[in-house]
């Protein structure tokens, strides 16, 4: 096992990559009860498009499978819903799918090994028959009209929806009730088959674990499989420009919503980590908390509360997002960029960089609190290709003059979006 | 420390982090509700030393990111301020002797006892832009359309009873306020409240309590005996018609929440194992993804996507909720019925109790590892005099039977029936 280690957080890592090609991290925290496993697949709502190891034709299955499939992975052949096996075990189960995995969860104080027979079982054994696939639709469909009630995430979207051409990340990851209706078992194993290979996933264990007895018994309950090979996953091109700048729809809110979306190129692997601090420093100084934009417009009651900001990257795409509420959206995006373009002929405040990279380290340390926010850290980072110590240690070394660079960069206002919802 | 504030220390060694909490509770009511709300959002706008929000979040950020945060929320027939700080532990700082721990109590004591004051008033420009923040938290609850709902059924259960206030007030009642009276407020209610300090982290206690007597903030806090309501037995009875209220609203979803009491006779004592059999009521009927709500409307009847029951057993009340399309109201309603029916038939098997157990148990468990729920429980403890500990929490959940829950389940009683579409 490689052993990561970070002398900042005083925490370990422990990775093993098994001949099947399997990732397991293992982080280890002494004395606390809770107990977390989470097992993900390198396989999200974008992977609609692919080449299936070994085959040569490119296969192509409706939007919302990979979120259909995290539904169903749970129906067992005997019977038994491992959702209720493992509830009834008292533990907390759960599964999330995103655009770029899928992961499958549990966290418990108790009964820790029992779970993780069962938990290991279905991920590894789908079941899926014409009558369970077309009673998932009418749940589905449920979660599909729930989220159309939310106008947070019809904002989010309509962002994405006026920076991309092509890219599946516009999409919800849901599908839609008439994309859903084509899904069937058959394209269901399909993809199972395709994507839950073990050389393209990754379990996550972290809690109260001896790193080699922990591995040894995640070992003995895997099934033999073989590794299949790299999957081709086919995006269609997509274009450094935008849509269309502005996206403007009418839903029932108290406050109009907004989110603004900066459309910036992916970085390469050895800049992902430096990127994601540099921009996240930058959007602390331009819109958070201390920053003078936000106070004036704190002040003037265009804003109530800061907006929340996020970068948000895979290899394909890569965007920034603040979102928030406003009663008056357009000045409010009006100002930002006013500032945006001050920074940039200005320069950067040596002061307010120094203080916002202090509360970045909290920040990161933070992280390390909860099983859980650790063990879906470092999960989320492997999909990524990162490990998750390299935040606290690019952090300290990170300097303004890449700042700088970052800033003339990525925020570029031919590449700017605002979705705004307002009320009917 | 003096009478009616009390300072409760957790030494934990789980965490980065060291987090302090002052909570404030008051008697939940109509005429200071809105006032409250109003307060506690003027409170963090600005203190003594640090005049406004800009030098606040520059300190916070100064201090490695500490997190302030402050709500308000209603605990019983309280309203109790909540006012927290989080830093992140000497021992995990690039430099040595930050001493973070005492800036962040003293950060903390300072936005909550030392505000900023321009001759006996609260700032005018604080106030008044606070007013239309909570005007639109008001006006925007409707936004969530599951808490509005869960909320709303509340509101129709308790008609003019504290147990139904909306916890940020009433539109109305913000025109009163303005930065004297609101002052006048602040200063009675500061003398008169109940005063509770939290402090959790990787501490030495000694060094803890100096830290607090030396403030000079807490220091000149008087004795009082608190104005709060404890806990008491709130007799109810089954109501001879239910409630039946339907709102429009322009909605995909619909959201039908049924309000349940948990009625008693006259003659009935108040009965401390209630807490653990509602509880246990609760899981099997539909707290968890075993529940019978979650099998029978969602796996089986495939009508909803979320389905389940919350225990407010401060309030003696279980709200059973789902999301569903608009035009299954009478079916879902009949399906979930029938599951309240069957847990009065006893009509659940020896397995769903045992797993009930297990999931509850494994919460409560779990409460150490966060370091804001241990506190939350330990003032919930505080707060109903129970003083139950963790262990003992677990021990009267695993007493729970069958026969107790049966005979919780003949008092669950419909209130009202909510539907949003």
Redesign the interface.
């Known amino acids: 096992m490689q052993v990561i280690e970070n002398l ?3 925490e370990k890592a422990y990775i093993e990559k098994l001949k099947n090609g399997l990732t397991i991290i293992i982080v280890p925290k002494a ?4 107990k977390y496993v989470i097992f993900g697949t390198h396989y999200g709502s974008n992977d609609s498009k692919f080449i299936v190891p070994g085959e040569n034709e490119v296969t192509e299955v409706p939007k919302g499978v990979a979120h259909f499939l995290e539904h169903k992975m749970f129906e067992q052949e005997n019977g038994r ?1 491992s ?2 096996v493992l ?7 759960n599964a999330y799918t995103t655009n770029t995995h899928t992961a499958f969860l549990y ?5 820790f090994y029992e779970a993780l027979d069962e938990f290991m079982d279905y991920v590894q054994h789908p079941y899926f028959t014409d009558e369970n696939v077309e ?2 639709k ?3 469909g ?2 599909i ?2 989220y ?2 939310y ?1 947070e995430w019809k904002v989010y979207l309509n962002a994405l929806e006026a920076m991309y051409h092509n890219n599946p990340v516009k999409l919800d990851i849901t599908g839609t009730i008439e994309t859903i209706s084509h899904i069937d078992k058959e394209i269901l194993y399909k993809c199972y088959n395709t994507f839950y290979n073990p050389s393209n996933m990754c379990l996550v264990v972290c809690g109260d674990f001896v790193p080699e007895e922990i591995l040894k018994e995640i070992e003995k309950r895997l099934i033999n499989k073989n590794s299949s090979g790299e999957i081709k996953r086919i995006y269609e091109e997509e274009d450094e420009s935008i849509v269309k700048p502005n996206i403007e729809v009418k ?5 109009p919503l907004f989110t603004m979306g900066i459309k910036c190129k992916p970085a390469n692997q050895t800049q992902k980590v430096k990127k994601d601090i540099a921009i996240s420093i930058l959007l602390n100084m331009i819109i ?3 920053s ?1 934009l936000y ?1 004036d417009l ?2 003037s ?1 265009i804003l ?1 509360n800061s907006p929340s900001y996020e970068f948000d990257f895979t290899n394909e795409y890569a965007h920034i997002l603040i979102s928030g509420s406003s ?1 008056n959206p357009q000045e409010f995006y009006n100002k930002l960029n006013e500032e945006i373009k001050n920074l940039k002929t200005n320069g950067l405040d040596k002061e307010n960089f120094e ?2 990279k ?6 990161y ?2 992280e ?4 859980s926010d650790i063990a879906r850290m470092f999960l989320n980072d492997f999909m990524n290709g990162i490990n998750s110590f390299e935040y606290l240690e690019e952090i ?1 070394s990170i300097d303004i003059n890449y700042l700088e660079q970052v800033l003339k960069n990525d925020f570029d206002t031919e590449k700017m979006v605002f979705s705004v919802i307002k009320n ?1 | 420390m003096n009478q009616g504030i009390k300072i409760h220390l957790i030494n934990t ?5 060291n987090l302090i909490a002052i909570f404030l509770s008051t008697p939940l009511e109509r005429e200071n509700v809105t006032k409250n709300a109003v307060l506690s959002a003027v409170l963090r706008r600005g203190c003594e030393e640090f005049k ?3 030098e606040i ?2 300190e ?8 302030f945060d402050c709500g308000l929320d209603k605990i019983g027939k309280n309203h109790v301020f909540k006012f927290y700080i ?3 532990n000497d ?2 700082l ?1 430099k040595k002797n930050e001493n973070l721990l005492q800036k962040s109590i003293d950060m903390l004591a300072e936005i909550v006892f030392d505000p900023f004051i321009q001759e006996e008033k609260f700032c005018k ?1 604080y106030v008044n ?1 606070e007013k ?2 909570i005007k ?1 938290i008001i ?2 609850k ?2 969530n ?1 599951s808490s509005y709902s869960l909320f709303r059924c509340m509101e129709e259960m308790y008609k003019n009873e504290p147990e139904g206030l909306y916890k940020y007030g009433y539109v109305e009642d913000l025109e009163k306020i303005d930065e004297k009276n609101l002052y006048e407020y602040y200063k009675k209610l500061i003398n008169e409240c109940k005063i509770d300090i939290f402090v959790s982290g990787k501490i030495e206690n000694a060094d803890v309590k100096r830290i607090l007597e030396e403030n000079k903030n807490i220091k000149k806090l008087d004795s009082r005996d608190p104005i709060y309501n404890k806990k008491e037995f709130k007799k109810k009875k089954q109501l001879e018609k239910e409630n039946i209220v339907n709102e429009n ?5 619909g959201k039908l929440v049924i309000g349940y009491d948990v009625i008693n006779s006259e003659n009935d004592e108040f009965d401390k194992n209630l807490k653990y059999i509602g509880m246990m009521y609760n899981a099997i009927l539909g707290g ?3 529940s019978k709500l979650f ?1 029978n409307v ?2 089986k009847a ?5 389905a389940n029951s919350r225990y407010y057993y401060n309030y003696g009340n279980i709200l059973v909720m789902a ?3 608009i035009s299954n109201y009478e079916k879902a309603l009949k399906i979930i019925k029938e599951q309240v029916e069957a847990m009065e038939k006893s009509d659940f098997s020896d ?1 769903d109790i ?2 009930a ?3 509850i ?3 409560i ?2 409460i ?4 804001d729920s241990e506190i939350i429980y330990f003032f919930g403890q505080e707060l109903s005099e129970d003083n139950i500990s963790i262990e003992q929490y677990v021990e009267f959940i695993k007493k729970v039977n069958r026969e107790e829950i049966v005979e919780f389940a003949k008092k669950i009683k419909i209130n009202t029936i909510y539907f949003l579409k």
């Open positions: 900042k957080v005083k004395g606390i009860r809770k819903n959702l209720d509830s009834s075990l008292g533990v907390n189960a966290e418990c104080t108790d009964n009673k998932e009418g749940i589905i449920q979660e009209m729930m159309d009630d106008p839903m029932d809110v108290s406050i958070g908390e201390s003078t106070q704190y002040k009651g109530l009663r203080r916002i202090k509360k970045l380290y909290g920040e340390i933070k390390y609190n909860d099983v300290t009917s | 060694n789980k965490f980065k982090t406004d929000q800009e979040s520059k916070l950020e100064e201090i490695y990111g500490a997190d989080e830093s992140i021992e995990y690039p420009d832009q239309e923040n639109q006006e925007g409707k936004d359309k609203q322009e909605v995909t979803q968890t993804a075993n099998q969602r796996e495939s009508l909803a996507y979320t999301g569903i399309e397995e045992s797993n157990k297990k999931i148990i494994s919460n468990e779990s150490s590892d966060e370091q």
